[in-house]
Each structure stands twice: as structure tokens, then as C-alpha cells.
T-cell receptor, first 111, second 113 residues
Framework: DVKVTQSSRYLVKRTGEKVFLECVQD?????MFWYRQDPGLGLRLIYF???????EKGDIPEGYSVSREKKERFSLILESASTNQTSMYLC??????????FGPGTRLTVT | QKEVEQDPGPLSVPEGAIVSLNCTYS??????FMWYRQYSRKGPELLMY????GNKEDGRFTAQVDKSSKYISLFIRDSQPSDSATYLC?????????????FGRGTQLTVWP
């Protein structure tokens, strides 16, 4: 059974903090994605990665960076958290077909 | 213009109703169309996909594509409270071999008993 896990379900951070969100998949997928989901705006792609140490910007990369040191793990980093980064963050992976497998999401609140 | 447009609703229907969820898309070259379902506090999961035009049926769910008008639909027959979720249409980026998808904003559906 496919599995994508995210390090936290809920997270509260203060403005200016550095925040790490981690995602792990056990399916040996090459491609991994980070989205944020906001009411009325839907899923927006932040970054994606197609191999270890490889990354591509999505539609809204500003204020975020990513790291992929191992195939199964993809981290999203908020260098200096701001209140407008309060959101639901979803990680997904895929082998190269069109079905993406999503994690349960991390609800991040920045105060 | 966004690649995929979807009315976010919300949509509220009584149990047993027929539900119609819709998206429009911009690129006539798109050929593969998907619907994801997302329950509250969970990640989206693939519900159905169709290739090119026509209908595809899976139990109470029917996915339909009208390429002439660039319109895709998901119909739910005999809707149940367990169908309450957000439904997202998605289309693969044809220029990408990396599995990137364009998502609609999602329609929040509530089926009340």
C-alpha cells in the first residue's frame, strides 16, 4: 500500500522563525511535490523535485526553499516564516504517471 | 488564463440527489482528465480518470469529457452523506514528463441526510 507521510499534522510557529516541513514516501518515486492549499485558491504548486538534489520552481516559490538529499525524503523550508504563509501544506509523489499520491497535510499557523 | 477553472461552490444537496461537478480547461491539446476527492483533514486521492472524449462510469460515478467545448464533468448518482468532500479536477501538464498536474480550485460538496 502506497504511503506518503508528513512530519506534523499541526504546527504553530512565530513570525521570523525558520520552519522545516518533511515528507517521506515509501514507493521509490522519482518525483515529489510541495503544494499549499488555501480556501478559494485551491492547490498551488510551490516546488517539485524529479531526482535527488534536483528541484524546479512551481507557481509560488517565493519565501520557500526545498531540499532533497535522499530519494524518499523531500523537505520544504520557510526561511523566515510570515503570517501569509499560514496554510495547509500538502506533499505528493509520483513515479512519472499522472496519479499523484498525497500525504495527509500539515496545517501551519504562523503568529 | 488558468489552465483549469472550477467553481469552488460550496454545493449542498440532499441524500439521493444527482450531483454535477464541472471544470473547464484552456488547452485543446489536453487529452487526459482526472478527478480527485479530498475528505476533510486528508490529502486528495485519485477518484477517476478519463482519456480523450466520452464517458467513463464507476459505480455511482460518471466522468464525462466534452472536448469540443473543453468541459469536463463528474456526475454522482444517488449521492450519499459519505460523498461529502472536496472534488478537484486535474489535468497533466503535457509538456512535463515529471508528473506535474494542473488542478482546479476544488468544489466543496455536502450531502445531507
Amino acid at each position: 500500500d502506497v504511503k506518503v507521510t508528513q512530519s506534523s499534522r499541526y504546527l504553530v510557529k512565530r513570525t521570523g522563525e525558520k520552519v522545516f516541513l518533511e515528507c517521506v514516501q515509501d514507493m521509490d518515486h522519482e518525483n515529489m511535490f510541495w503544494y499549499r492549499q488555501d480556501p478559494g485558491l485551491g492547490l498551488r504548486l510551490i516546488y517539485f523535485s524529479y531526482d535527488v538534489k534536483m528541484k524546479e520552481k512551481g507557481d509560488i516559490p517565493e519565501g520557500y526553499s526545498v531540499s532533497r538529499e535522499k530519494k524518499e525524503r523531500f523537505s520544504l523550508i520557510l526561511e523566515s516564516a510570515s503570517t501569509n504563509q499560514t496554510s495547509m501544506y500538502l506533499c505528493a509523489s509520483t513515479v512519472s504517471s499522472y496519479e499523484q499520491y498525497f500525504g495527509p497535510g500539515t496545517r501551519l499557523t504562523v503568529t | 488564463q488558468k489552465e483549469v477553472e472550477q467553481d469552488p461552490g460550496p454545493l449542498s444537496v440532499p441524500e439521493g440527489a444527482i450531483v454535477s461537478l464541472n471544470c473547464t480547461y484552456s488547452n485543446s491539446a489536453f487529452q487526459y482528465f482526472m478527478w480527485y476527492r479530498q475528505y476533510s483533514r486528508k490529502g486528495p486521492e485519485l477518484l477517476m480518470y478519463t482519456y480523450s472524449s466520452g464517458n467513463k462510469e464507476d459505480g455511482r460515478f460518471t466522468a464525462q469529457v466534452d472536448k469540443s467545448s473543453k468541459y469536463i464533468s463528474l456526475f454522482i448518482r444517488d449521492s450519499q452523506p459519505s460523498d461529502s468532500a472536496t472534488y478537484l479536477c486535474a489535468i497533466p501538464d503535457r509538456g512535463s514528463t515529471l508528473g506535474r498536474l494542473y488542478f482546479g480550485r476544488g468544489t466543496q460538496l455536502t450531502v445531507w441526510p
